[in-house]
DNA sequence: CTGTTAGCGCTTTCAA
DNA sequence: TTGAAAGCGCTAACAG
């Protein structure tokens, strides 16, 4: 390990010609012979050449590499995002730098700049938690950008989201179908702008319904099964009343299954719950998990295509992928 | 989006200082006077200079950047391993990469290749698919590297390991304890370092006892839930004796559980089921999984501290860490 | 078709 | 304490 770097000038040198012809061969440009191109091919070969990325990105100025800025990889939710920006980024040769906000708006702000000083061509900012001006400038400092389950709604960028509000909607019409009348909810992140809209959308279909619902059944959480556990206790046991709940994501569901079987309350029988995500989990989990499913891979990968459009100048509006979350009907929610 | 770059030079004459100056002042040496510094920060700052980390690693041949090869990030181990590097390498100032080889050899030494021409200073490799030779060769040409879940017996690389043979042991004991006697194993992937050493350790366990085991009660299979449900039905219906199945990780213990219900085998009444890992899933499925405990999270943070350790030179010998796995005991396998 | 020259933005000498 | 010159490895623009 670590020894010498083998260099296009070297390569130039065993092969008897100057750099540029290297380069012509291995960037497969046609102001070469074939024949030169085939012996300055092999001759790199044997020397086991690999053109430097990073001299080749400060010549181009551009260096072939994305941002993909999720606030949590263990979270089953970002990781088939994540294969999805992966696939469509590798397919077209592009690496991705993969960061963690933690949730933390400013460590958000520090990953944003380490990409910016590493010439990223462009972002995937999944679930931002910045507000609207530091978004707004974070984003206005990047080459190219697309935002994820966030929206500006100026269209300063790309946006890849899911109809939370339809989400919403679709449960809470599901729960009072199925004869719920008082509910709880489980709303995860304060600075979620999913987490938002989903409650929005909860609320319309109540109020379409002329149901009442009081916000004091509302808790925030982690969007997490801890979290789920610990806000969903909370809920229950000062409501009692409460009947069905819709939470924020799967993990917060799984974590109020916990909830509702350590107050022994059983589900669906005295409580239904309500996922979000349909990640791999909610089917495994008893009872299995009615919940919205969301194309997570779809995101990554269609987020990855609308900024490599613009990266590579085949776009010049802002567009606006909505996906519609599908309803999945399971045990914990019939 | 998309203006000029400031560059050093800019800042330089802004401040009416040389280039020489500003990187003394934003790189903290002290051949600097404390009020030029202040001034030069102080113009860097309003004018939103950002170091190029592509240009400093051309002058530096060091990026401080680390590479980090999984099989699958969707697959919670990672998930976990990962964030471990990630905040070590974080803490650090350093930038991860991470990779995805789809449990394919050709996808991972593509994607070493490309972790070389980007010049990383290092790389954690987990679960590595190559052979022998393939994966000797591929580490000498990277500045450093350290293996996860895979050993090189030559010593050419650090090596985190978990204890294999310790789990698949104590896995056997367990269910002799429990008055099994007849055991099917879904052994995972063949070309997995850690699955031959777990169904090593098993066997030996077994040996111990005097016990009798047919290896025709063995099927390898993919390591998911897919994977365990497939291959573990094809298993009991072709074993009916089994009483108990030994799975290479969670996610096939899980398939394997739903194998059982399919046939209608009670777990644990007709057939205990273990894991490995303990992964987040295994204490939420019913019922849920007994398995052995791997510390996923010091994997990553310990292999990426002797990456650094030998990025930064502060070491010569190549160590190897071997953590040992704990058995947990649930419902699958009392 | 091939080579030469210049320069990407930074750090590393070495002088002043 | 500061600056000038050179170079990291590559490509872009131009000449031949």
Redesign the pocket.
């Known amino acids: 390990m670590g020894r010498k770097?083998v260099?296009?000038?070297d390569v130039a040198r065993a092969a008897g010609?100057?750099?540029?012809?290297v380069?012509?061969a291995?960037?497969d440009l046609d102001?070469?012979?074939p024949?030169?191109r085939e012996r300055v091919l092999r001759v790199a070969k044997e020397m086991r050449y690999r053109?430097?990325a990073i001299?080749?990105g400060?010549?181009?100025?551009r260096t072939r590499s994305l941002g993909l800025v999720v606030t949590d990889v263990a979270n089953p939710f970002f990781a088939d995002v994540t294969r999805g920006v992966e696939q469509v980024a590798y397919a077209a040769g592009y690496t991705v730098l993969l960061c963690n906000t933690d949730e933390d708006a400013e460590r958000e702000e520090a990953v944003l700049r380490a990409l910016e000083e590493r010439w990223v061509d462009g972002v995937v900012l999944c679930s931002s938690r910045l507000d609207r001006d530091a978004l707004c400038s974070a984003v206005a400092r990047q080459p190219a950008a697309v935002l994820v389950n966030r929206q500006l709604e100026g269209g300063e960028a790309h946006a890849v989201l899911i109809d939370d509000e339809a989400g919403g909607r679709e449960a809470a019409r599901h729960l009072m179908r199925d004869g719920r009348r008082v509910f709880g909810l489980l709303t995860g992140p304060v600075t979620s702008y999913g987490a938002r809209r989903r409650t929005a959308g909860f609320h319309a279909a109540l109020a379409e319904a002329g149901l009442a619902h009081e916000t004091d059944r509302e808790r925030p959480c982690p969007p997490t099964v801890a979290g789920g556990l610990e806000s969903g206790r909370d809920l229950l046991g000062a409501h009692p009343e409460v009947t069905a709940v819709f939470c924020f994501n799967d993990l917060v569901a799984v974590g109020a299954l916990q909830a509702c079987a350590g107050l022994g309350r059983r589900v669906p029988d005295d409580v239904a719950v309500i996922g979000f995500d349909d990640i791999p989990l909610a089917a495994l989990v008893t009872p299995s998990l009615t919940t919205c499913r969301v194309p997570r891979h779809k995101l990554g990968a269609e987020a990855t295509r609308l900024l490599l459009d613009e990266v590579e100048d085949r776009t010049d509006e802002h567009a606006e992928v909505v996906f519609r979350p599908e309803l999945i009907v399971r045990a914990s929610a019939p």
């Open positions: 770097r260099t296009i000038e010609v100057s750099r540029q012809t380069s012509r291995i960037n102001e070469i012979s024949a030169t053109p430097s001299a080749r400060l010549a181009t100025q």
